[in-house]
Nanobody, 126 residues
Framework: QVQLAESGGGLVQAGGSLRLSCAAS????????MGWFRQAPGKEREFVAA????????DYAESVQGRFTISRDNAENTLYLQMNSLKPEDTAVYYC???????????????????WGQGTQVTVSS
């Protein structure tokens, strides 16, 4: 049974930093591209960042480019999202997701992902 468990969310002031983690189990982790998405109240789920199975390729939404960094540790089956210079508009529930096949092909579409975590809340105060 595949499980993705996010952690690291919380309340932070604007300009601050958080690091999210996603612990994966029940799958061959390095064979999956991984992504981070977020969903704010009343809005659709949106793409944040993605990383290939090897970790060599990444993709970022324009809104987080230069502020967020996605990474993975395949030995520990863990995905990370380092978030710096946080803004109030980054407030959302953040989800990690696993996409079969290690390559970044259309990583920005939620429907392309096979497994999802339950999410972790990130709140940025102004």
């Amino acid at each position: 049974q595949v499980q993705l468990a996010e952690s690291g969310g919380g309340l932070v002031q604007a300009g601050g930093s958080l690091r999210l983690s996603c612990a994966a189990s029940g799958l061959s982790f390095s064979s999956y591209a991984m992504g981070w998405f977020r969903q704010a109240p009343g809005k659709e789920r949106e793409f944040v960042a993605a990383i290939s199975g090897s970790g060599r390729s990444t993709d970022y939404a324009e809104s987080v480019q230069g502020r967020f960094t996605i990474s993975r540790d395949n030995a520990e089956n863990t995905l990370y999202l380092q978030m710096n210079s946080l803004k109030p508009e980054d407030t959302a529930v953040y989800y990690c997701a696993a996409k079969a096949g290690g390559y970044l092909r259309s990583p920005r579409l939620p429907r392309n992902y096979n497994y999802w975590g339950q999410g972790t809340q990130v709140t940025v105060s102004s």
